[in-house]
């Protein structure tokens, strides 16, 4: 079983950064691809990127592309989402996940790991 542990969040003035890490307990080098989910209070989870066991892949959600980078370091069962130029709608508490890397990021829910999520919020 795969534990995810969030760490970095906390709270930013809008146009500032953040970066997030996740570290996976087990190694995730050549086993999982790993994501970040973000949710706001009454909203739907979204998703915000992902990146592949290698890193020959990488997507992200219409709403952070070119504002946030996902990359990964396999040698430290460790993904990171460095944020910038972060908005107020960019508050929500975000998610890293791990699973099969998707056919398609459209209408994907994630992998079957999750971990606990923490807390961004950008104010105005």
């Known amino acids: 079983q795969l534990q995810l542990v969030e760490a970095g969040g906390g709270m930013v003035q809008e146009g500032g950064s953040l970066r997030l890490s996740c570290v996976a307990s087990g190694p995730i080098s050549g086993t999982y691809t790993m994501a970040w989910f973000r949710q706001a209070p009454g909203k739907e989870r979204e998703f915000v990127g992902l990146?592949?066991?290698?890193?020959?892949?990488?997507y992200y959600g219409d709403s952070v592309k070119g504002r946030f980078t996902i990359s990964r370091d396999n040698a430290k069962s460790t993904v990171y989402l460095q944020m910038e130029n972060l908005k107020p709608d960019d508050t929500a508490v975000y998610y890293c996940?791990?699973?099969?890397?998707?056919?398609?990021?459209?209408?994907?829910?994630?992998?079957?790991?999750w971990g606990q999520g923490t807390q961004v919020t950008v104010s105005s």
């Open positions: 990146i592949s066991r290698s890193s020959s892949k990488i």
């Open positions: 996940n791990a699973g099969d890397l998707p056919h398609t990021v459209v209408g994907w829910k994630g992998g079957n790991f």
